[in-house]
């Protein structure tokens, strides 16, 4: 069935140094993958999505990464700052039938000062 | 652009009363919109997915008696929480998605329902 599995669940990282996240998807059929950061009390907001036809994306010190062979996808946050303190969520489009997302478990992330 | 946004943010009401939360998108035509439950420290769970002008096609598990949704223009949906009861409080949140703008989808802010 669909199914979005995530980790770490909780992730602890001295400013400065490199967050990674990671999830696997279950359908091959989706094609975009976003990844959400939300704040205590807030909705989602998206920060970065790659879609099936390339392998990495880059934004400032977000990037994604695509292995469409396994299911893979990671979100890599370099040079982390207090403020990047919160949960992150990844998802995965389901198009067959409806359009659907499906969220990961999500990453309770701690940047310590 | 591609606001969303929902009211009311916050709502506390009685156990079987019905309350009502609605989500626009602000600049944007929604051709579709989905609603979300999200329980403390839990990920974000799909209740139903709603098309303008159309049914809303409910999750599995969802009754779609007690969490009515309508769709009735491109820029509006609406949740009502029909006879809740405390098992109902939870943070409701509405997301929009434009078939111009890829198949992204942009989040409200969320409503936190209590059910005293």
């Known amino acids: 069935g669909e199914n979005v599995e995530q980790h770490p669940s909780t992730l602890s990282v001295q400013e400065g140094d490199s967050a990674v996240i990671k999830c696997t998807y279950s359908d091959s059929a989706s094609n975009y993958f976003p990844w959400y950061k939300q704040e205590l009390g807030k909705g989602p907001q998206l920060i970065i999505d790659?879609?099936?036809?390339?392998g990495e994306k880059k934004d400032q010190r977000i990037a994604v990464t695509l292995n469409k062979t396994a299911k893979h996808f990671s979100l890599h946050i370099t040079e982390t700052q207090p403020e990047d303190s919160a949960v992150y969520f990844c998802?995965?489009?389901?198009?067959?039938?409806?359009?659907?997302?499906?969220f990961g478990t999500g990453t309770r992330l701690k940047v310590l000062a | 652009g591609a606001v969303v946004s929902q009211h009311p943010s916050r709502v506390i009401c009685k156990s079987g009363t019905s309350v009502k939360i609605e989500c626009r998108s602000l600049d944007f035509q929604a051709t579709t919109m989905f609603w979300y439950r999200q329980f403390p420290k839990q990920s974000l769970m799909l209740m139903a997915t709603s098309n303008e002008g159309s049914k809303a096609t409910y999750e599995q598990g969802v009754e779609k008696d007690k969490f009515l949704i309508n769709h009735a223009s491109l820029t509006l949906s609406t949740l009502t929480v029909t006879s809740a009861h405390p098992e109902d409080s939870s943070f409701y949140i509405c997301?929009?998605?434009?078939?111009?703008?890829?198949?992204?989808?942009?989040f409200g802010p969320g409503t936190r329902l209590t059910v005293l």
């Open positions: 997301s929009a998605m434009s078939g111009t703008r890829g198949n992204e989808q942009f």
């Open positions: 790659i879609r099936s036809n390339v």
């Open positions: 998802a995965a489009l389901y198009t067959s039938g409806t359009y659907k997302y499906i």
